[in-house]
């Protein structure tokens, strides 16, 4: 190419290479403009005959909330199974042992601790009420009887004070996830959806076990948070670097497989808070390495509530955004496939629908019972199970005792049963869950849509099939962490005692001795196993019936809200359809219209503040 006029190939270079740059607070006014205007099309005449009264409200609701997560603080959420030190994480993060594990210990709520000009703590109700509670009073005692008797009420706990680094930022204390009864997880997962960063934390005794994989799996990665975190965390529990060092890697790798973006972080929260206090280190030899990593976690957060947090919230509300455009547009399809069928067929699916619901309510209790006989007979087989596997277990210590020194025995036989024991759990859970997939199958309400799907046109049969029965969540993951990770948390004392005497003198003598005498409590073991596996049978019964309650509950009620709105614009005019359906089209393309406008905004948030670049830094 001739140059063009009298610019130098340098300058045109010079020019072709200047970036453009966008302020972030007008695309925030920008994000706020698209919610109003969204709400404000949801409201009309024409959608709100399309949709329904009730249906257009709960839209417009959840449009003023993300709205308002605009104007919100910051919300740095740690989340993870029990006893992984996320309260300590936040104590040493903020500098003092505001959440210590002694006054709080397990987070017996979601704590929220931010900014005030005075000390507050309150306990927050779901409809905005609250319970005062004094500085001197943030003891289990005093928290603990109140959670239990306002427990379905409460939303979360609030601390406040006056701390330099909280203004306009929010650290997230949360309880253990991973529970089988879902209150828990349930609450946690709720919450995630005011939040902006997430950090879980994991532990070098069980990384990434089965409840902390499918935790992270179902309910981290469909909220696709621009920041996310993982920290391993105890490291002073593992004595070798070269141990360390394989532990991390692996923990890495299986991390960075799921979650490519995230950044990754190995370090010792107790090591930070014995440096903070000028006490002595747990693990002296590898103090330099533990404080190289605190302090690389640490510069990480920062930089982030510094530089990032404006374009990081932005882009959780772009998510949520398009995540409520998702959830109008499968309305609409249902609608659609609704208005397709003939009268008759919905009114069949509506009546299976109520046949279904009526069904749950009369056969609650003989389902329930039938559930405890089931999973009764389930705990039987398995401690039978688990009997020989202990068997097989101990004399495969017994053989290696005369091959280990007390130095071998120390740091890795505590682990090594752990594993075993989780291992045979994993493999009693693969036989035994197809038999509570098929108790599943043959409940009331999979009848009862069974028998309406043969009914209605395939459109409209699949339309329903997706937001039905087979919709529940049933997995290896809610009998593993009964089994496995209950049973080893509520046994922690009695593991802790049989391995009590393997810390003698270095040698084999002694470390045989010290095994020897575990084998003989093999019987101690046994009837822990045994007790814990009964009670865990016996709670599931009725968490599984709960479980299918909620489910139905909340699947058969979005199916009913459409269909019974297909029912009514069916019972209208010809002409009156004939404008639904031409408006359901509209909506459909205005639907495309905000989502192609959510995707320019946030790819100029990303030119703006780069908040989900997710280098992998920390070691």
């Known amino acids: 190419m001739g140059k063009q006029g009298s610019q130098t190939d340098s300058e045109v270079i010079g020019a072709g290479s200047r970036p453009i740059c966008y302020d972030g607070e007008a695309l925030r006014a920008e994000v706020g403009r ?13 959608y709100r005959d399309l949709l329904g ?108 004070l006056p701390m330099q680094g909280l203004e306009g930022v929010v650290w997230v ?52 948070f621009p920041k996310l975190c993982f920290v391993l965390n105890m490291l002073d529990h593992v004595r070798q670097p070269g141990d360390r060092k394989r532990l ?10 799921s979650f490519p973006g995230a950044q990754h972080f190995a370090l010792s929260v107790l090591d930070e808070q014995a440096r903070q206090a000028g006490t002595s280190r747990p693990l002296p030899d590898a103090a330099a390495e533990f404080a190289a990593g605190f302090d690389l976690f640490r510069e990480s957060m920062e930089e982030t509530i510094s530089y990032q947090r404006d374009a990081i919230q932005a882009q959780r509300v772009l998510d949520l955004a398009n995540k409520l455009l998702v959830s109008i547009a499968d309305r609409v399809d249902l609608l659609r496939a ?119 046109p395939t459109t409209l049969s699949q339309g329903i099939s997706k937001v039905t029965f087979t919709d529940l969540d049933w997995d290896s993951s809610h009998l593993l962490h009964l089994m496995a990770e209950r049973l080893l948390l509520e046994g922690a004392s009695l593991l802790s005692g049989l391995f009590g005497g393997l810390n003698g003198k270095a040698g084999q003598d002694e470390s045989a001795k010290a095994i020897q005498g575990l084998l003989d409590r093999r019987s101690e073991l046994l009837t822990a196993v045994s007790e814990t596996l009964d009670a ?15 489910c139905y509950d909340e699947k058969l009620s979005a199916v009913d809200d459409m269909l019974r709105q297909a029912q009514v614009l069916q019972a209208q005019s010809s ?29 100029r948030f990303m030119i703006a503040g780069k908040p989900a670049e997710g280098s992998e830094t920390g070691e």
């Open 34 to 46: 698209l919610l109003a205007a969204l709400r404000a099309r949801l409201s009309t005449g024409p």
């Open 53 to 160: 009264e009730n249906v257009v409200a709960g839209l417009e609701a959840d449009t003023l909330a993300i709205a308002d997560h605009l104007g919100s603080p910051f919300r740095i959420v740690v989340v993870g199974d029990f006893k992984r030190g996320k309260s300590s994480l936040i104590n040493a993060m903020l500098r003092q042992p505001l959440l210590s594990v002694d006054v709080l210990p397990e987070t017996l709520a979601i704590t929220e601790v931010r900014y005030g000009a005075t000390f507050d703590a309150r306990l927050v109700m779901k409809d905005g009420g609250f319970l005062p509670i004094k500085s001197d009073e943030l003891h289990r005692q005093t928290i603990e009887p109140l959670i239990e008797k306002y427990a379905n009420q409460i939303d979360h706990l609030c601390i406040a």
């Open 173 to 224: 204390d949360t309880p253990g996830t991973g529970d089988i009864f879902r209150c828990i997880e349930d609450a946690v997962a709720a919450y995630l959806d005011r939040s902006d960063v997430v950090i879980g934390v994991l532990s070098p005794h069980s990384p990434l076990s089965q409840s902390e994989q499918t935790f992270f799996r179902q309910v981290l990665a469909p909220r696709d």
């Open 248 to 257: 991390v890697d692996e923990v890495r790798g299986r991390l960075s497989r």
């Open 338 to 456: 609704g208005l397709a069928a003939h009268e008759s067929e919905v009114a069949a699916v509506i009546a299976a629908q109520t046949v279904c619901r009526r069904d749950i309510a009369v056969n609650r209790e003989q389902r329930e019972r039938e559930a405890q006989d089931l999973l009764a007979r389930l705990a039987r087989q398995a401690s039978g199970w688990m009997s020989a596997f202990v068997d097989r277990l101990f004399a495969a210590v017994a053989a290696q005792a005369s091959r280990l020194d007390d130095g071998q025995v120390h740091r890795h036989m505590l682990f090594f049963v752990a594993d075993a024991l989780r291992q045979a759990v994993a493999a009693c859970a693969e036989v035994q869950i197809p038999v509570v997939r098929d108790f599943l199958s043959s409940s009331p309400g999979a009848e009862a849509t069974g028998r309406a799907s043969l009914t209605i």
């Open 536 to 550: 865990v049978y016996a709670k599931l019964g009725s968490a599984l019936s709960r479980e299918l309650d909620a």
């Open 575 to 603: 002409v009156d359809r004939s404008d639904h359906e031409r408006t359901m089209r509209y909506l459909a393309a205005e639907i495309v219209t905000f989502q192609q406008t959510l995707d320019s905004i946030r790819q």
